[in-house]
């Protein structure tokens, strides 16, 4: 299906618009295609072959290609969030040969375009950024918040085998010397809903009150949690009544980095190091147990806990750390 690109080709650089680039919204078939422009990226940590289908169904999401004779040289998916304020940007791609020559920022203005024709209200585009933020990054975006990326992997045998020498296969909550002797609380949705939305109790553990799950940053809003309730989350605190620290895991799905790997994401919000470090185990037990192979498990949380957590994992679980100290950055700009 063809999209009318006269919103934007008047605003398209000359040279790619002698070049000429078309825009369309992207299909089932278009997946291969897909798949073979994006080969190695996000060092093989690519989210986008599990989720391809389900964002093709998202009411609020428009993912669109940009081609180049006939060729997919790049895609960009937008989805509005926020109660229709906010533009969140993902996904960004361009295939290798095409970098460096203004594609990306083209296809963001006609997206930007496009959404703005079909959400009038949209005020603000939000994206997720892990790179090295310059003064020209802000001048042009405003930091929202920003998080600490702690990127491990390990054969999920090995942790199985290493928590059990520790002590730690059986309950992880009752092996660990915490802040507080309280369980960690698996919530359902309702409860979801009534901790986040009907109480004042997550304002000062979110990070500027915002639930950033898997690189997706929320306000506290029930849209917004009819969003995240259809996802496949663990959602966990220490406590319903007074929450310390609450972290949201995925489930684990595959990547392609090869064959028997797995992608964990772990999102922890809050301070006390003994109650992350709680969670985390507790995350680890209940989602790699029944797995076979790889597992990279990235988490993010406040940056002051990154390095007693590195060092946890590393001469403690004895996990390979894949990098040294990153951020997750959430940025916005108003939509002109």
Wanted: glycine letters at 6%; one cysteine or more; charged letters at 25%.
């Amino acid at each position: 299906m063809k999209i009318d690109t006269s919103l934007t080709m008047l605003q398209l650089p000359e040279a790619l618009s002698q070049a000429g680039l078309q825009f369309s919204v992207a299909t089932e078939e278009d997946f291969d295609e897909i798949m073979a422009m994006s080969q190695d990226i996000y060092g093989g940590l690519d989210y986008l072959p599990t989720r391809y289908t389900n964002w093709l169904q998202e009411t609020n999401r428009t993912v669109i290609l940009a081609r180049k004779q006939g060729k997919v040289i790049a895609l960009e998916s937008v989805c509005v969030i926020d109660d229709g304020e906010t533009m969140l940007v993902e996904g960004l791609r361009v295939a290798p040969q095409e970098r460096g020559k203004g594609v990306a920022g083209v296809l963001l203005r006609f997206c930007s375009e496009l959404v703005k024709t079909k959400y009038p209200d949209v005020k603000v585009t939000r994206l997720t950024r892990d790179d090295q933020l310059g003064p020209k990054d802000f001048q042009k975006y405003r930091l929202i918040t920003k998080q600490g990326i702690l990127l491990v992997r390990f054969r999920a045998e090995d942790l199985k085998l290493r928590l059990s020498e520790l002590g730690l296969s059986g309950d992880i909550q009752s092996s660990l010397s915490t802040s507080s002797n309280l369980p960690q609380v698996h919530l359902d949705p309702s409860a979801v809903q009534r901790l986040y939305l009907t109480t004042d109790l997550m304002q000062g553990i979110l990070p500027n009150a915002t639930i950033i799950q898997d690189w997706q940053p929320f306000k506290l809003l029930p849209s917004n949690m009819g969003i995240l309730l259809k996802k496949d989350i663990d959602w966990v605190v220490d406590d319903v009544s007074n929450p310390i620290v609450a972290s949201l895991c995925t489930f684990p799905f595959r990547v392609p980095i090869g064959d028997d790997w797995y992608y964990l994401n772990i999102d922890m919000f809050g301070k006390d190091l003994d109650l992350v470090r709680q969670q985390f185990l507790g995350h680890l037990q209940r989602h790699t147990a029944t797995l076979k192979g790889h597992v990279m498990c990235q988490m993010f949380l406040d940056p002051p806990l990154w390095k007693s957590m590195a060092e946890y994992c590393r001469n403690t679980l004895r996990v390979e750390l894949v990098k040294e100290y990153t951020e997750q950055c959430v940025v916005e700009s108003d939509v002109v």
